[in-house]
Nanobody
Framework: QVQLVESGGGSAQPGGSLRLSCRAY????????VGWFRQAPGKEREGISY????????YYVDSVKGRFSISRDNAENMVYLQMDNLKSEDSGIYYC?????????????????WGLGTQVSVAS
């Protein structure tokens, strides 16, 4: 049974940093695209970044470009989202996701497995 577990959320001040982690069970993440999504209060979930399996090509939504960085540690079977220069609008629940044939897309319907999310709150 494939499981994804996010961690690393918490509270930060504007301008601060957090690093989110996504650990997988029963799946080797290095071969699959892993995406990060977030849902702010009262808003729809949006895709913010992904890293493509095998090629490690990356994507970032415009609102996080230059501030967030996605990476993977194959030995630990983890994918990380380093979030720097946080803003209040970065607050929300962050989810990692992956899929059998996701390839290079942030479309949610291409992701088969989702974690339960980790809360990020950015406030002064």
């Amino acid at each position: 049974q494939v499981q994804l577990v996010e961690s690393g959320g918490g509270s930060a001040q504007p301008g601060g940093s957090l690093r989110l982690s996504c650990r997988a069970y029963a799946l080797k993440l290095e071969y699959y695209t892993v995406g990060w999504f977030r849902q702010a209060p009262g808003k729809e979930r949006e895709g913010i970044s992904y890293i493509v399996g095998s090629t490690d090509d990356t994507y970032y939504v415009d609102s996080v470009k230059g501030r967030f960085s996605i990476s993977r540690d194959n030995a630990e079977n983890m994918v990380y989202l380093q979030m720097d220069n946080l803003k209040s609008e970065d607050s929300g629940i962050y989810y990692c996701a992956t899929g059998w044939n996701t390839l290079a897309t942030i479309r949610e319907d291409r992701y088969d497995f989702w974690g339960l999310g980790t809360q990020v709150s950015v406030a002064s």
